[in-house]
């Protein structure tokens, strides 16, 4: 019998993958089955079950793989010393990280947003879920934080701001921008930002935040 290559392995898990990602997206991890997973990717059911024992780990793979995107790719911008502006690394991570699956819908679109509102749902049922995306999460404060006291050396940010209040300030910012996406549709990460860049430029005046000036 010929040996199977391991590209074979890995190409026909990323066709699982893709397929329960594209069905979890459109329908909900619970009104999908894993009878609609083998008809999605038109695979028998040994062939699946090879690879994920049910949808519960099918689901944990996705998330996984998902997080692991958004610090592979934080990483990858943050390697400069220091590194890009907020706006742009913003940009940069969100935008790599929405390219994951946009090759799944058929307009195009990335279906990572209406994913990641389903994983956050998931979460409140599922603890192993939640104790997953709580250790990445806190894995990209730590990193985050640190990109923050780069800013903060290279004078680029004030330093009587704590580094983790920015650095969930941030994540923030793009978890909220998923979620328009999800709820309200797409738009280019190009809004985002901008949006940074329009509020970065705001001067520091203390003064307007008292209320006797502010009408």
Not at 96 to 124: C, D, F, H, K
Not at 136 to 150: D, K, M, S
Not at 163 to 178: C, E, K, L, S
């Amino acid at each position: 019998m010929a040996r199977v290559s391991q590209e074979h392995l890995d190409a026909r898990r990323r066709q699982i993958l893709n397929g329960a990602a594209r069905l979890f997206a459109r329908n909900g991890f619970h009104a999908t089955s894993m009878q609609d997973v083998l008809k999605e990717v038109d695979l028998s059911a040994g062939a699946v079950y090879r690879y994920f024992s049910g949808k519960d780990e099918l689901i944990a793979a996705i998330v996984k793989d998902v997080l692991g995107e958004i610090r592979a790719s934080f990483e990858d911008v943050v390697r400069q010393s220091p590194p890009p502006p907020p706006d742009r690394l913003v940009g940069a991570v969100l935008g790599r990280t929405l390219n994951v699956y946009s090759s799944l819908s058929e307009e195009g679109e990335s279906v990572l947003p209406p994913l990641i509102m389903q994983v956050w749902a998931e979460t409140v049922r599922n603890e192993e879920l939640a104790a997953v995306l709580a250790e990445v999460y806190t894995t990209l404060r730590e990193a985050w934080g640190r990109a923050v006291e780069a800013y903060q050396d290279a004078g680029m940010m004030s330093p009587d701001i704590p580094a983790d209040h920015v650095a969930r300030t941030m994540i923030a910012t793009v978890q909220g921008f998923i979620a328009q996406q999800a709820l309200f549709g797409g738009a280019p990460v190009e809004v985002l930002q901008d949006g940074l860049r329009a509020l970065m430029s705001m001067g520091d005046d203390r003064a307007v935040t008292d209320g006797s000036q502010l009408g």
